[in-house]
C-alpha cells in the first residue's frame, strides 16, 4: 500500500444497523432463505404475456367522474 494510501486509510467502520443485520444471521441462519421464500411467494412470478396483452385490450375506458349523470342516457 502506498504511503498516500495509509495516511488517509480510515479504520474499518460499521454501523450499529450492519452489527445488528450481522448479528441476527449469525442466530438465525435460515433467515435469508425464508426471506427469499416469501419474495418468490408475493413477488417473483411469470407473467403470461399474451393473456396480458389480452386483457389490456380489452379494458373499458372509464369516464371522468364514474358517479356523474351522463347526459346521453337519460333515467
Not at 396483452?53 to 358517479?67: F, G, M
Request: a positive charge; charged letters at 35%.
Amino acid at each position: 500500500m502506498s504511503l498516500l494510501l495509509r495516511i488517509f486509510r480510515r479504520p474499518d467502520y460499521r454501523s450499529e444497523v450492519t452489527q445488528f443485520i450481522d448479528q441476527m444471521k449469525e442466530s438465525k441462519p435460515d433467515l435469508e432463505a425464508k426471506q427469499r421464500a416469501g419474495r418468490a411467494l408475493l413477488w417473483d412470478k411469470n407473467l403470461d404475456r399474451e393473456a396480458l396483452a389480452e386483457w389490456q385490450q380489452a379494458r373499458v375506458p372509464q369516464k371522468p367522474y364514474v358517479y356523474g349523470d351522463d347526459p346521453r342516457h337519460p333515467r
